[in-house]
């Protein structure tokens, strides 16, 4: 169906392509001429400037689509698409925004983005307009997660010929309602310094240094000596401006109200934030980075051809060889021979003692950022230095798994198997003597980005098991305890099973409508279970530090409030723009950010990593806007971003990302926007947390 909504017009361009600072695509105001706007299970009308929407329930994609007006828009000038967005309902929603090429099928010809609102809750949706080279060099590009795409790939488009925008809702369950604002073009699009057009031949392609060949950008190493002499002018940096004033020992405000000093990190409640407070009694808050020091391999076999004056050739510079394990990927399930170009350029850059060398350079470089953690991932060898607060982690990885359980980084394990607690406990107990008990340590995440799935997920998965499973048999022992016989739970699920038994030896999920109490039920004992027995495991051999959560990436509310119970300090993942305005469903809890990060292509890399940007000056403001925001949030003590140094151009072994998302390049030289947005940042911390700016 279709409705026209009179006085939407189309604002004309803003200056010429190239020097075009923003262009209007919509404007739900002004005058004729009349639109068409295009509705799919949904209803639309304009009012005061902005279109609401109202989506149905009975299509996958309810929503919108703008046609652009005269058949196309030229967006080649901009970097991405920008949606001011009002969740006007009763209940959360995630809009999706898609722009299209002709013929888009919703994979090929077309870039989405999305954003998530709470009711009442406004923003800005952003879509990068990723677009296509010339060539795809006959599929020799193989390993990494992003790469030069060619004409006809998944997610990207030609931005010349944009000739619709689609607003909608994905699989709904219930309606929703939403207004869409002004819709513009914006950023201007700063071209990939890496393409696949810029040599012929294009093999080899990456140089000695693990850096892309063919193309030149501020920062690029060329040298051996070259890189010694960053290192003495850097030591300079240091040495004359160490970090803020007025932080203590710890990083914790020194000019800030005293609390109570402990001897450790604790969380507490100071005129009504969320602080940590340091062992001496500071307010502190946690402005950290993850991955120090920690080296990440690429995999060199069937790429041999990739790599000129290849470093592992010398005698000098084998001992960074190795073999890896690939989790996903071209490499999936093997072990191939890779090489850590990012050691090698430490070595080149500060000899043979460079462990050392480097390991007090991190530190100082730490205090010299603005920064005052040293987060997940970390090289223990630098972090039990004590010079800086550190966190730590154990994980389940011993456990046995619930075998109908999946996941992106694998099976939940199963927590009523004696490997889990044991497991945990053995991982616990590894840290006695180290930072177990030592003030330096903030303390503990549990295992990482788990499959939580939704509220009824971990039953289902306990259902589709084998008999022996623990959780299945834990499971359908609960339901023995409510039904007492199975005619009980037949007549409560309309189901004809023969016996408890039988129950067991079914891998079938029941109807969720029917066994949804039951199921979410469950699920909600093995939350809690999770994150009793990981605290416990803290408590016993660390007791005075604090457990900081798993490090949520896709939860549900049973689960965050299993945490919130639990947890000293629950822990998100959280890559957007902003947490400003997030939401935590288990009521007031201290919050830390594990993981966020943003990256941009123009200086010789393939990916953005997860949050893309147009340029360094973009991801610099987006860093300071990200943690600031977070600083006025009263539930956030900290944010920690991934990773201290770029992955590896052509991806890393485990599951071939290759980001843009370092503090530094592959070569150890610092991102100078983004230091200097980390500097003022760490500078402005801890009067924004108290509304002082």
Same mark, same amino acid.
């Given at each position: 169906?279709?409705?026209?909504?009179?006085?939407?017009?189309?604002?004309?361009?803003?200056?010429?392509?190239?020097?075009?600072?923003?262009?209007?695509?919509?404007?739900?105001?002004?005058?004729?001429?009349?639109?068409?706007?295009?509705?799919?299970?949904?209803?639309?009308?304009?009012?005061?400037?902005?279109?609401?929407?109202?989506?149905?329930?009975?299509?996958?994609?309810?929503?919108?689509?703008?046609?652009?007006?005269?058949?196309?828009?030229?967006?080649?000038?901009?970097?991405?698409?920008?949606?001011?967005?009002?969740?006007?309902?009763?209940?959360?929603?995630?809009?999706?925004?898609?722009?299209?090429?002709?013929?888009?099928?919703?994979?090929?010809?077309?870039?989405?983005?999305?954003?998530?609102?709470?009711?009442?809750?406004?923003?800005?949706?952003?879509?990068?307009?990723?677009?296509?080279?010339?060539?795809?060099?006959?599929?020799?590009?193989?390993?990494?997660?992003?790469?030069?795409?060619?004409?006809?790939?998944?997610?990207?488009?030609?931005?010349?010929?944009?000739?619709?925008?689609?607003?909608?809702?994905?699989?709904?369950?219930?309606?929703?309602?939403?207004?869409?604002?002004?819709?513009?073009?914006?950023?201007?699009?700063?071209?990939?310094?890496?393409?696949?057009?810029?040599?012929?031949?294009?093999?080899?392609?990456?140089?000695?240094?693990?850096?892309?060949?063919?193309?030149?950008?501020?920062?690029?190493?060329?040298?051996?000596?070259?890189?010694?002499?960053?290192?003495?002018?850097?030591?300079?940096?240091?040495?004359?401006?160490?970090?803020?004033?007025?932080?203590?020992? /710890?990083?914790?405000? &020194? $000019?800030?109200?005293?609390? *109570?000093?402990? #001897?450790?990190? =604790? %969380?507490?409640?100071? +005129?009504?934030?969320?602080?940590?407070?340091?062992?001496?009694?500071?307010?502190?808050?946690?402005?950290?980075?993850?991955?120090?020091?920690?080296?990440?391999?690429?995999?060199?076999?069937?790429?041999?051809?990739?790599?000129?004056?290849?470093?592992?050739?010398?005698?000098?510079?084998?001992?960074?060889?190795?073999?890896?394990?690939?989790?996903?990927?071209?490499?999936?399930?093997?072990?191939?021979?890779? /090489?850590?170009?990012? &050691? $090698?350029?430490?070595?080149? *850059?500060?000899? #043979?003692?460079? =462990? %050392?060398?480097?390991? +007090?350079?991190?530190?100082?470089?730490?205090?010299?950022?603005?920064?005052?953690?040293?987060?997940?991932?970390?090289?223990?060898?630098?972090?039990?230095?004590?010079?800086?607060?550190?966190?730590?982690?154990?994980?389940?990885?011993?456990?046995?798994?619930?075998?109908?359980?999946?996941?992106?980084?694998?099976?939940?394990?199963?927590?009523?198997?004696?490997?889990?607690?044991?497991?945990?406990?053995?991982?616990?107990?590894?840290?006695?003597?180290?930072?177990?008990?030592?003030?330096?340590?903030?303390?503990y995440f549990s295992d990482n980005e788990m499959s939580w799935g939704d509220d009824t997920s971990l039953a289902v998965a306990a259902s589709k098991s084998p008999p022996d499973q623990p959780a299945k048999r834990q499971f359908i022992a609960d339901l023995e305890a409510k039904y007492g016989g199975i005619g009980g739970l037949n007549a409560a699920w309309g189901?004809?099973h023969a016996s408890w038994e039988a129950l067991r030896e079914l891998r079938e999920a029941p109807d969720p409508s029917k066994a949804r109490a039951d199921l979410v039920a469950f699920y909600a004992r093995t939350a809690e279970t999770y994150f009793r027995e990981v605290r416990a495991a803290i408590r016993e051999v660390a007791p005075n530090q604090l457990y900081l959560g798993c490090r949520f990436?896709?939860?549900?509310?049973?689960?965050?409030?299993?945490?919130?119970?639990?947890?000293?300090?629950?822990?998100?993942?959280?890559?957007?723009?902003?947490?400003?305005?997030?939401?935590?469903?288990?009521?007031?809890?201290?919050?830390?950010?594990?993981?966020?990060?943003?990256?941009?292509?123009?200086?010789?890399?393939?990916?953005?990593?997860?949050?893309?940007?147009?340029?360094?000056?973009?991801?610099?403001?987006?860093?300071?806007?990200?943690?600031?925001?977070?600083?006025?949030?009263?539930?956030?003590?900290?944010?920690?971003?991934?990773?201290?140094?770029?992955?590896?151009?052509?991806?890393?072994?485990?599951?071939?990302?290759?980001?843009?998302?370092?503090?530094?390049?592959?070569?150890?030289?610092?991102?100078?926007?983004?230091?200097?947005?980390?500097?003022?940042?760490?500078?402005?911390?801890?009067?924004?947390?108290?509304?002082?700016?």
């Amino acid at each position: 169906m279709h409705i026209d909504i009179v006085g939407m017009a189309l604002a004309l361009a803003v200056g010429a392509a190239g020097s075009a600072a923003e262009q209007v695509l919509w404007d739900f105001t002004g005058s004729p001429p009349a639109t068409v706007v295009q509705t799919t299970d949904a209803t639309a009308s304009a009012s005061g400037g902005r279109l609401r929407v109202t989506t149905g329930t009975a299509e996958p994609w309810p929503g919108v689509a703008l046609a652009a007006p005269g058949g196309k828009w030229d967006l080649a000038a901009f970097g991405h698409i920008a949606v001011d967005l009002k969740n006007a309902g009763t209940n959360r929603v995630a809009v999706s925004c898609r722009a299209d090429n002709p013929g888009a099928d919703g994979t090929k010809g077309c870039v989405t983005g999305s954003l998530a609102l709470n009711p009442g809750q406004s923003g800005t949706l952003r879509v990068t307009i990723r677009r296509s080279a010339e060539s795809r060099l006959e599929g020799r590009l193989f390993g990494m997660r992003g790469y030069p795409h060619g004409p006809g790939d998944s997610g990207v488009v030609d931005p010349k010929n944009i000739v619709q925008l689609l607003l909608f809702v994905n699989r709904p369950s219930a309606r929703h309602i939403f207004e869409v604002g002004a819709v513009r073009a914006a950023g201007a699009y700063t071209p990939p310094t890496a393409w696949v057009t810029d040599a012929d031949p294009f093999f080899p392609f990456i140089d000695t240094f693990g850096q892309y060949k063919h193309k030149e950008w501020p920062g690029k190493a060329h040298s051996v000596p070259e890189l010694r002499m960053r290192r003495e002018q850097e030591a300079k940096e240091l040495a004359a401006d160490p970090g803020p004033e007025g932080w203590c020992e /710890y990083g914790g405000w &020194a $000019a800030g109200p005293r609390q *109570k000093a402990t #001897g450790f990190f =604790r %969380a507490e409640k100071v +005129d009504g934030r969320w602080w940590l407070v340091d062992p001496d009694g500071h307010l502190f808050w946690s402005h950290g980075i993850d991955c120090v020091r920690m080296i990440d391999t690429t995999p060199i076999d069937e790429r041999q051809a990739w790599f000129e004056a290849f470093p592992g050739a010398e005698p000098a510079f084998k001992e960074f060889l190795s073999k890896g394990f690939a989790l996903k990927g071209h490499y999936a399930g093997k072990t191939p021979e890779c /090489y850590a170009f990012a &050691a $090698a350029n430490m070595k080149r *850059k500060y000899g #043979g003692d460079w =462990r %050392a060398a480097y390991a +007090d350079t991190a530190h100082r470089r730490l205090r010299h950022w603005g920064l005052n953690t040293i987060a997940n991932w970390s090289d223990s060898d630098v972090f039990l230095m004590r010079r800086t607060p550190y966190t730590d982690n154990i994980g389940s990885s011993r456990a046995r798994r619930i075998e109908g359980s999946g996941g992106y980084w694998g099976k939940f394990p199963d927590v009523y198997d004696p490997t889990f607690r044991e497991g945990i406990r053995r991982s616990m107990e590894g840290k006695q003597g180290g930072s177990a008990s030592d003030p330096w340590c903030i303390g503990y995440f549990s295992d990482n980005e788990m499959s939580w799935g939704d509220d009824t997920s971990l039953a289902v998965a306990a259902s589709k098991s084998p008999p022996d499973q623990p959780a299945k048999r834990q499971f359908i022992a609960d339901l023995e305890a409510k039904y007492g016989g199975i005619g009980g739970l037949n007549a409560a699920w309309g189901t004809e099973h023969a016996s408890w038994e039988a129950l067991r030896e079914l891998r079938e999920a029941p109807d969720p409508s029917k066994a949804r109490a039951d199921l979410v039920a469950f699920y909600a004992r093995t939350a809690e279970t999770y994150f009793r027995e990981v605290r416990a495991a803290i408590r016993e051999v660390a007791p005075n530090q604090l457990y900081l959560g798993c490090r949520f990436a896709w939860v549900n509310e049973v689960a965050a409030k299993a945490a919130a119970r639990q947890c000293d300090v629950v822990s998100y993942n959280l890559y957007r723009r902003s947490i400003a305005d997030f939401e935590f469903p288990g009521g007031d809890k201290p919050l830390i950010v594990g993981e966020f990060h943003f990256g941009a292509l123009d200086r010789g890399m393939f990916h953005t990593g997860l949050v893309p940007v147009e340029n360094q000056a973009a991801r610099a403001q987006a860093y300071r806007d990200y943690v600031l925001g977070a600083a006025r949030h009263p539930l956030f003590v900290g944010t920690h971003w991934f990773q201290w140094k770029d992955e590896p151009t052509t991806g890393r072994v485990y599951d071939e990302e290759n980001y843009q998302i370092g503090f530094l390049d592959v070569a150890d030289t610092p991102y100078r926007e983004t230091i200097e947005a980390s500097r003022a940042a760490g500078e402005a911390i801890y009067l924004e947390r108290i509304g002082r700016r």
